[in-house]
């Protein structure tokens, strides 16, 4: 009866995303060809080793690629709002107040010549007009929410006077100032003792049943992933490789890469005598990716398939359900699931 | 900072006791005698030793240098006549006090030397900008070749070349010189154009070079892309973020051209004839006027000294994190 909502639709859509960058060494293709989905009050968890083109792939939702040495092709949609074609005035009047980012390392993020008050004050200034007395009292305000003790006083300090736990709840705070509808958070407890790390993501997580946020959260940690996202996409060389709900990725991964990954890091549940696996090679340069599939060079199961697809034919990546951009057939796909549930 | 100013204070004494020593000895070191020119044509010996001890030069040299020192800060008296503290002394040529020589020429010094830093430091620094947000552009291309001509351009050849088409030949500026700038502010600014001019050509080009290089490399720092994903304005951007990270380094030259153009610029003030500090001290070492070099040199060497003591203080000012200490 009732016509389908605009709403029901995802909150943010990628679709075949790329970013290339023109080097004196020719073409980085730093992200090739990623689409996700994005529902409002969800985690979307995306994983992959160093160089994977994590930070690429969410300064490009931003739009905050250098357009003259950057080329951006695909679709970024935002709540209806077409972002890769977006004016730099659209886009600024998005960035920071509906879609905001926590930078990997926020030692370097925040400004060393403004005290932490008035950094977290400018981004709401600048999206609401507020006075400067009131900026203020909502920064202070923000710096207690993300666990700052006595955050009037502690408004008035410089980054290079908080610790690094603290600096990261700064950037927290000064991220969720105008209640963003996106949150883009790349490796937001990297830096941080396990503790810190704890208190962030839940409060990332308070957050987001708040205020229904969106979450893309970057990291190389799988047991952040576990905790905290509902769906992951695993990157390899600038590709969605796998794309699932998190229990089922991380239970029975699909991708001989997401399988290599899971077996390479320490477990806390595990048989203490299950070896440690690291992935044999290391990611390939994004200036000459590998033919077929970019992972065939490190694959323990290339063998299994029949043929040469694996060097020729770039695996395509199915867009729902639990899906990896593979050639092995099924069946064999379900064994390496198997096999990683049996220790 | 009650510390850091007591320290540098201290240092800065000792520099200058170092410098006037150092030139001192190096004076009598030369060949020249500043008795040669006052004993003139028919000179006899009797008649240059009457001189030299007149001038006070027969003593052993550490017993002048001490004479000299402690003229500085308990005057001293010359044969019957009273030099109150701060003496620096009375010039051999003209034997008038050298320290109201001094104060008497610093005027004209400090106009030309506000005045240049000011131009030169908006030309410079405002180029330098405008390259490093157009980087790769035709303005980048455009202003940094002009930098570079500007960079290789000396003081006397522009100078000269600018005051015969502009003053002489085309007459759009009055003759380059300094008048009060309380008796007549016109004439002042008048006379004073040309020499800004001269020494914002000639040094600009740095500025522009220094704010251009250490703003592209501040635009790549990660505070800066901070600052965009706030969603402030490319301005915003550049004024309020990226430009006071640019700017230690602009400081640190600025404060040298400043200190050694409130030392007196000599060849700027020699070219257009402007009775300051520098020209003062180019003609006391051609008249080997011992007292006036040493006071030229002392005045040189405290604006040096103060203006690195500024610099300090002013990176304290841009930069938290620097403590002054
Ligand atoms: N502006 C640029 N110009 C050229 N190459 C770039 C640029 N930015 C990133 N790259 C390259 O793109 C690739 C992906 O970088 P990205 O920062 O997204 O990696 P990442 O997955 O975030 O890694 P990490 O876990 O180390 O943060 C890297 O190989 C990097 O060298
Ligand atoms: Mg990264």
Redesign the pocket.
């Known amino acids: 009866m009732t016509p389908p909502s605009v709403q029901s639709g995802p909150f943010l859509s990628v679709r075949d995303l790329q970013v290339r960058?023109a080097?004196e060494d020719g073409v980085?293709r730093?992200v090739d060809g990623l689409s996700f989905d994005l529902r409002r009050g969800q985690t979307l968890g995306i994983v992959?080793?160093?160089?994977?083109?994590?930070?690429?792939?969410s300064l490009a939702v931003l739009g905050m690629?250098?357009r003259s040495?950057?080329t951006v092709t695909g679709r970024v949609t935002f709540d209806g709002t077409e972002l890769i074609d977006a004016t730099e005035k659209q886009l600024q009047s998005l960035r920071g107040n509906r879609i905001a980012m926590i930078f990997?390392d926020p030692l370097t993020a925040l400004s060393p010549y403004y005290t932490i008050g008035a950094q977290i004050a400018e981004t709401y200034r600048r999206h609401t007009g507020a006075s400067r007395s009131a900026a203020r009292a909502r920064a202070v305000d923000l710096l207690g929410r993300v666990g700052i003790a006595a955050p009037g006083r502690r408004a008035d300090d410089y980054p290079h006077e908080f610790s690094g736990g603290m600096r990261q709840r700064a950037m927290i705070a000064m991220s969720l100032v105008c209640d963003p509808d996106l949150l883009i958070a790349?490796?937001p407890t990297t830096a941080l003792d396990v503790t810190v790390q704890a208190q962030i993501l839940d409060l990332l997580g308070d957050l987001q049943r708040e205020f229904d946020t969106a979450i893309i959260l970057?990291t190389?940690d799988l047991g952040v992933v576990a905790n905290t996202a509902h769906e992951v996409l695993v990157?390899y060389a600038?590709r969605a490789v796998e794309h699932g709900a998190t229990q089922q990725v991380l239970t029975r991964p699909r991708h001989p890469y997401t399988e290599g990954l899971l077996r390479s890091v320490p477990r806390l549940h595990s048989d203490v005598d299950e070896p440690l696996v690291p992935i044999p090679g290391s990611p390939p340069s994004?200036l000459a990716v590998p033919a077929g599939c970019p992972f065939h060079p490190r694959c323990a199961h290339r063998e299994r398939v029949p043929g040469d697809d694996c060097v020729t034919r770039r695996p395509a990546l199915a867009e729902v359900g639990h899906a990896a951009a593979c050639h092995l057939p099924e069946e064999p796909r379900e064994v390496l699931a198997q096999q990683h549930l049996q220790p | 900072m009650l510390r850091f100013l007591v320290r540098r204070v201290l240092g800065a004494v000792l520099i200058l006791f170092v410098i006037s020593a150092v030139t001192f000895f190096l004076f009598f070191a030369l060949p020249s005698d500043p008795a040669r020119l006052s004993c003139g044509k028919g000179c006899t010996p009797e008649l240059l030793a009457t001189i030299h001890h007149n001038l006070g030069i027969d003593r052993p040299l550490p017993e002048q240098y001490w004479s000299f020192l402690t003229g500085i800060f308990a005057g001293r008296d010359f044969d019957g006549q009273w030099c109150s503290a701060p003496c620096l002394g009375f010039s051999f040529v003209n034997h008038q006090p050298v320290l109201d020589t001094l104060l008497n020429r610093f005027p004209a010094t400090l106009s030309v030397a506000l005045g240049a830093a000011a131009l030169m430091l908006t030309v410079g620094v405002g180029l330098g900008l405008i390259a490093a947000l157009r980087r790769g552009k035709t303005v980048d291309k455009v202003s940094m070749a002009a930098c570079l001509v500007g960079a290789s351009v000396q003081i006397y050849f522009f100078g000269i070349i600018a005051r015969y088409l502009l003053v002489d030949e085309l007459q759009w500026l009055p003759q380059p010189g300094y008048t009060s700038p309380f008796a007549a502010p016109g004439a002042w600014f008048g006379g004073m154009v040309l020499p800004w001019i001269t020494l914002t050509v000639v040094n600009a080009a740095t500025y522009a070079r220094y704010t251009r290089s250490s703003m592209v490399d501040t635009l790549g720092e990660d505070y800066v892309r901070t600052a965009r994903a706030k969603g402030l304005s490319s301005w915003g951007v550049y004024i309020r973020h990226a430009w006071r990270g640019a700017m230690t380094p602009v400081v640190t030259t600025f404060g040298i051209d400043l200190g050694l153009f409130l030392g007196g610029a000599l060849i700027t003030e020699t070219t257009f004839n402007i009775h300051g500090i520098g020209k003062l001290a180019v003609d006391s070492v051609a008249n080997s006027d011992l007292p006036m070099i040493m006071g030229t040199v002392l005045v040189a060497a405290t604006a040096m000294v103060l203006a690195s003591i500024a610099v300090d203080a002013c990176y304290a000012v841009i930069d938290p994190r620097v403590r002054l200490r």
């Open positions: 960058f080097t980085v730093a992959g080793e160093s160089g994977s083109g994590k930070s690429v792939t690629h250098d040495r950057t990997q790349d490796e970057i190389h990157m600038g994004l």
